[in-house]
């Protein structure tokens, strides 16, 4: 042990020799960060670009060298060294007008979907990023509303708070499972997938990568991974405040302030955000509003810069979800005329879905995050290491038969602990064909789950049972490497490894079990890019994706007691260009995709359990192309599509311990459900100066679901026809001040996020989760 150690530390040193690392931030006068800025050491090829906070990292050949910092429509600034190791840069703006079409901060968007500060149109993945202007000119609240804008890519909710479904190339998330996508928050993985149900605010970047991601995110990943960087602590002092309001008694508060305590060394960022809805779908038999929300959210941050090489950011963040459940939507009339339920259409219509039950339900979320962060930079080479521990408690109570009956009632306690360590070493040369990084992990998740429900008088009641009460535990330990190589100036080879080893134990206090298994999974990663030119890159990608298999709550004659672990290959090919001096984007990519043991999910009503089951093999094609165009410098056009072919090959059969065994072969060959077979954007958004204070921005987006299969047997009575969603966003800006009006979904189309066929899982009635109509707002802030 003691001669790997030290093996270790000869290669960083060495690896660091002669050569000295720079780091830094470039902001605006303001103090604003400017990402995408262009540092280089004057004199030689050696030159970097700033990410989304403004950070930079360059090494340099001499502790006199000197860095010139440009950026369009700012002066550049030539700084000498001078032994510093780390440079604060304030750009101020440029006097001459721009002539032309400028980009900035179009084309430019710096992504880190490779664990590294990267342009997006240079990234060979499919990756669809908004850096923090981006973010509030299209008014990204939550990953809902930043999934509109990514091509295979579909987000809904339904029943309570926290429960979502992530729909990506073909593979959905499915109840009891964990999401098809990593969710990663400045740079840390977080494995609970109800945290997707929070806002997003104060942001610097936000990102979607697909196509699995093991080896870089681990498991989980088998889709991609979704990117969150919330914005650093700043230097010097700002604060802003934002209030709103809108229909359905829609309520916002915000505030956000950040600086300086200790002026370069010590820094601070606070930002909380209050927001309350009253609803507007309305249970027609109670005559109240089910779809209410309250959100309370608190972030802090700490920076401490303990000297020129190393620095320790802590973070901590509070947020609680209080809100409406298990609204579904029943037919009104049903199928002897009376208002028992029964068959419903999914594709709603005045009248035929009514939500109709005699229990409001209600539920919420509470979320304790928090994290340490130590980043230790030796001269060529970064060391990093992040600790987080993560608490989630949700509950949920409400009707389970959706009609006015005394009869079925459910209820939900489930509480997450889960705990991370990560080690990293990265390789921080600039001028170097070979780039690398390496590291370690370690996570420890603790799930506790109680399930309980009622019968009533109308269903042969009273009676109280208890349908699960479990805790579940999953230790990871996972080793990981990703390299790239520059073979020539123009062709480099990238390759990554992850294996991750599981243990799985679950205590089943309700039956009296207990159950363990280990797992091991190697997902390897290899990617090879073409930069034809400055304005054409061409790439080919192959990885493994694994999503860990786990326990049901029993077996049943539709699902196991437990589920298999699934995994994914995925074969893509790919291009990005850029043309027109840089005023048109077009990128594309085509993927295969085989999946052995892909999770779905069923609720068994004839035992009031539910549980998740595997086709033995299934097989996605598909392909995405995403456009960007600059017809001036007051507009920009842009669109993306997305197409996928999502079928079942081998169904397998599931069930069985009991004695009847459920062939679910019968659907080989028909569509995926849950996965829409197309989704399609377009959309506008311009900024411009009216005068030299007053401010337009303005943004509109057609968002298009396509048909979308509810079940396997792939019937018209279970598929839901596409579907078109329109949003929009205006600002007017006034020195410190900004006015803004949104709207969403404003044909106010009625469509559903979720739809269940009652035929197939012992019930009588079909029913459905609504998406959430119109809604309308306006909102006033000051930075100050």
């Known amino acids: 042990m003691k001669n790997s150690i030290a093996l ?23 103090g604003e960060p400017l990402p995408g800025a262009t540092i280089a050491e004057k004199g030689t090829t050696t030159g970097v670009i700033s990410d989304y906070n403004g950070n930079f990292e360059i090494t340099v050949s001499s502790t006199e060298a000197v860095l010139s910092v440009s950026y369009i429509g700012f002066e550049t600034q030539e700084i000498p060294v001078s032994g510093k190791s780390h440079i604060e840069v304030g750009l101020e703006e440029t006097a001459v007008s721009l002539s032309g079409v400028t980009v900035q901060g179009f084309s ?28 509030e000119r299209a008014g990204i609240t939550d990953i809902s509303s930043f999934s509109s804008l990514v091509p295979n890519l579909k987000f809904n909710s339904s029943q309570s708070i926290g429960l979502n479904f992530i729909t990506v190339r073909g593979i959905p998330q499915v109840r009891g499972g964990d999401a098809p996508l990593a969710f990663v928050i400045d740079g840390v993985t977080v494995p609970d997938p109800s945290l997707l149900s929070q806002d997003l605010y104060d942001l610097a970047l936000v990102e979607v990568v ?28 700002g604060n802003q405040l934002k209030l709103g309001g809108g229909n359905g008694g829609f309520k916002l508060a915000q505030f956000v302030s950040s600086g300086a305590i200790i002026k370069d060394k010590l820094f601070y960022r606070f930002s909380t955000q209050y927001k309350d809805f009253d609803g507007l779908l309305t249970n027609e038999f109670l005559d109240k509003k089910v779809d209410f929300r309250e959100d309370i959210n608190v972030r802090g941050q700490l920076k401490a810069r303990l000297s020129s090489n190393f620095s320790i950011t802590g973070s901590y963040q509070y947020f609680n979800i209080d809100g409406g459940a298990t609204y579904y939507s029943v037919n009104p009339t049903g199928t002897d005329g009376e208002f028992t339920g029964g068959i419903l259409d999914p594709n709603p219509s005045d009248g035929n879905n009514v939500i109709f039950s005699d229990v409001l339900g ?16 030796l001269s060529g080479v970064k060391l990093q290491a992040i600790t987080s521990f993560n608490k989630v408690d949700r509950s949920t109570n409400g009707d389970l038969d959706f009609l006015e009956l005394d009869g079925l009632t459910q209820g939900e306690e489930i509480t997450t602990k889960t705990f991370n360590q990560e080690i990293r070493l990265t390789n921080a040369k600039t001028n170097t064909k070979f780039d690398w990084s390496l590291g370690g992990f370690y996570q420890k998740i603790k799930k506790d789950f109680y399930q309980n429900g009622t019968t009533g008088v109308d269903f042969g009641g009273p009676d109280a049972y208890d349908t699960a009460d479990y805790i579940n535990e999953t230790q990871t330990i996972a080793l990981f490497g990703f390299g790239d190589y520059k073979l020539t100036d123009k062709l480099t080879l990238s390759a990554g490894f992850r294996l991750d080893m599981d243990n799985f134990t679950q205590d089943d206090l309700l039956f009296a079990t207990n159950s363990e298994r280990d797992n091991s999974e190697f997902q390897p990663k290899v990617s090879l890019s073409y930069q034809a030119n400055k304005n054409v890159l061409l790439y080919a990608n192959y990885g493994r994706g694994y999503r860990n298999g786990g326990y049901n709550a029993q077996p049943t004659d539709l699902f196991n007691g437990d589920f298999d672990d699934e995994t994914s290959d995925n074969y893509e090919l790919g291009f990005k260009t850029s043309s027109w001096n840089d005023r048109l984007i077009f990128n594309g990519s085509v993927f295969y995709s085989t999946l052995n ?28 192309l995403e456009s960007r165009a600059r017809l001036s410098n ?52 311009s900024s411009f100066d009216i005068t030299d204070n007053l401010k337009f921005s303005g943004f509109l987006n ?81 930075k100050f």
Request: charged share 20%; glycine share 12%.
């Open 8 to 30: 270790v530390l000869l290669l960083v040193s060495s690896l660091g020799f002669s050569q000295t690392l720079v780091t830094g931030k470039v902001t605006d006068q303001n």
């Open 634 to 685: 007051f507009l920009d056009v842009f669109a993306n599509f997305g197409l996928t072919d999502a079928e079942i090959v081998d169904g397998g059969t599931t069930g069985g311990e009991d004695g009847t065994l459920t062939d679910n072969t019968a659907y080989n060959g028909q569509k995926t459900p849950f996965v829409p077979v197309s989704t399609f954007g377009v959309g506008l958004e």
């Open 362 to 377: 209600r539920s919420e979320m509470t979320n304790n995050y928090g994290t340490l962060k130590m980043d230790y930079n």
């Open 597 to 624: 043991n892909q999770q779905q999910y069923i609720l068994d009503l004839t035992t009031f359990i539910a549980g998740v089951y595997n086709y033995d093999k299934s097989e996605v094609f598909g392909f995405e």
């Open 702 to 782: 057609l968002d298009t679901t396509g048909k979308t299969y509810w079940h396997e047997s792939n019937r018209d009575a279970f598929t839901t026809d596409a579907y078109s969603l329109l949003d929009t966003r205006l600002g007017l800006s006034y020195k410190n001040w900004k006015l803004e009006l949104w709207g969403k979904n404003l044909t106010d189309k009625a469509y559903y996020q979720e739809f269940s066929p009652g035929e197939f899982v012992g019930s009588p009635d079909d029913v459905a989760w609504r998406g959430q109509p119109l809604t309308v707002g306006t909102s006033v802030s000051v």
């Open 210 to 237: 697909k196509g699995p991601q093991g080896a870089l995110y681990g498991k989980n990943a088998i889709g991609g991974a979704v990117n969150i960087y919330t914005k650093d602590p700043t230097n010097k002092m």
């Open 108 to 135: 430019g968007v710096m992504g880190k979907s490779r664990k590294r500060t990267e342009s997006i149109q240079t990234t060979p993945e499919s990756v669809t990023a908004l850096n923090s202007e981006g973010i």
